[in-house]
């Protein structure tokens, strides 16, 4: 039998979605962000003043302005442009870099600013992260001073959005065997090839691109400026996290690249390390931040919804969960916090670089599931952050280098033995 639409509507069916405070009134959702609870072993002791005005900071930001419309945007897989303004005010772009409008963070800080955005909403923090610990750190680190006078104040207040292509549909882990080109022309150069899974550039007015160079077959870097003549950017579709992150297919047919806009710091891949070296610190903190988001989280739901007669938090099972979840972020923040130490006092190796990213990222899948858990049926809503965050974590858990790459990094650092490349024997028939 053939029912039409409106006969439909008037018995009730395919009507709009009840609002979740009115379809399950006995839980919060997380667009009204829970309480911050996760801080057990006292952290904010090991922070300057500084540090803790911005983490407080950040954190009211967050939860004010990016929590109550989060939900609706990963859904749809949209960034809300018009919260760029409010992040702008968060004053964390180019957060290491000194001068040029920079705000001159610690490594220390830029972590904690890391994390409490990453504490709400994953997307944003990856949002910044690529921006500001890629694009612009590129710029900073290895830009002429005319470079970074040009493009580093405009991109510190997010007036210019920017996005870092290393990664290629055909080289993802083994990035330094990537196939664009930089060709010399007269007054500059032409790029062809490539990039995928690249973050912002659908949007990036400022894309660093890194190339290998046809005469001395060596990787440099060149700025790229949004509608260049043969440089498309087309959104990657059907992603399970980080949704609202607007990853893209870059194609480059003879771009024209000025001269002054070749990055004269980038000679070979190797010079990536100096830049990758800081934004593996800066990625190990997403997953912390995560775990922040989705401890407080489940905390408040035990306490507020009922099974039984009892609080969820009453159950001895639900306990043991929940203090596993709450030792695996002391646990995080604590070698997050020592890395960056590392860090400032010049001591840090791309080893322990990545034993960090990838020891982080892997307690934080532990807690992440273990959150969903809890959630029951509510877990596998976004509406209650936690299911979010457990799609959220796998992309982090595979950028910035896969947990086994950086395990294989720290091994070969350990051992003196490499053995990321794996060893051919070709046949002598």
């Known amino acids: 039998m053939t029912v039409s639409s409106s006969s439909n509507k008037k018995q009730g069916v395919g009507l709009p979605a009840l609002d979740v405070s009115l379809a399950f009134p006995q839980a919060t959702a997380a667009s009204i962000f829970p309480p911050t609870a996760w801080d057990y072993y006292l952290s904010d002791d090991l922070l300057t003043p500084e540090e803790q005005a911005l983490r407080k900071r950040i954190r009211n930001v967050m939860e004010t302005e990016i929590a109550p419309v989060m939900t609706e945007y990963w859904e749809k897989a949209e960034f809300p442009y018009h919260l760029i303004p409010k992040l702008a005010t968060l004053r964390v772009a180019g957060s290491s870099i000194q001068g040029y409008g920079c705000p001159g963070l610690s490594i220390t800080a830029s972590a904690i600013a890391t ?100 005469t001395t077959k060596q990787v440099n870097a060149y700025i790229l400026k949004k509608g260049s ?143 969903r858990e809890l959630l029951g049926g509510n877990g596998i809503l976004a509406d209650f952050l936690v299911a979010k965050a457990f799609c959220d974590i796998e992309p982090i858990y595979t950028y910035e280098g896969t947990y086994d790459i950086n395990c294989l990094v720290t091994g070969r650092e350990v051992t003196g033995i490499a053995s990321i490349k794996p060893v051919i024997k070709h046949s002598r028939m």
């Open 115 to 214: 994390a409490e955005i990453a504490r709400v909403d994953a997307s944003c923090s990856t949002f910044i992260l690529v921006h500001s610990s890629l694009a612009m750190l590129t710029i900073g680190l290895l830009g002429s001073e005319e470079q970074k006078q040009k493009y580093l104040p405009s991109m510190a207040d997010l007036r210019l959005i920017g996005c870092w292509g290393l990664t290629e549909p055909d080289n993802g882990s083994d990035a330094s065997a990537l196939t664009t080109t930089a060709t010399k022309v007269a007054g500059g150069w032409l790029l062809n090839g490539q990039k995928r899974w690249i973050g912002n550039s659908t949007f990036a007015d400022v894309l660093v691109i890194f190339a290998k160079n046809t």
């Open 229 to 371: 003549p043969g440089l498309s950017a087309t959104k990657i579709e059907n992603k399970i996290g980080l949704r609202m992150v607007q990853n893209g297919d870059i194609v480059m047919k003879d771009v024209f690249v000025p001269d002054e806009d070749r990055l004269p710091g980038v000679n070979s891949f190797q010079d990536t390390n100096k830049v990758l070296a800081a934004s593996r610190v800066m990625v190990a903190w997403q997953p912390i931040g995560i775990c922040m988001g989705v401890y407080d989280m489940c905390l408040r739901y035990l306490k507020e919804r009922k099974q039984f007669g009892a609080p969820l938090a009453a159950l001895q099972l639900n306990q043991e969960k929940l203090v596993r979840m709450l030792g695996n972020v002391q646990a995080m923040f604590l070698v997050g916090w020592r890395l960056c130490k590392l860090y400032e006092t010049g001591k840090m190796t791309i080893g322990q670089a990545g034993m960090g990213k990838a020891w982080i990222s892997l307690r934080a899948r532990e807690t992440v599931a273990l959150g």
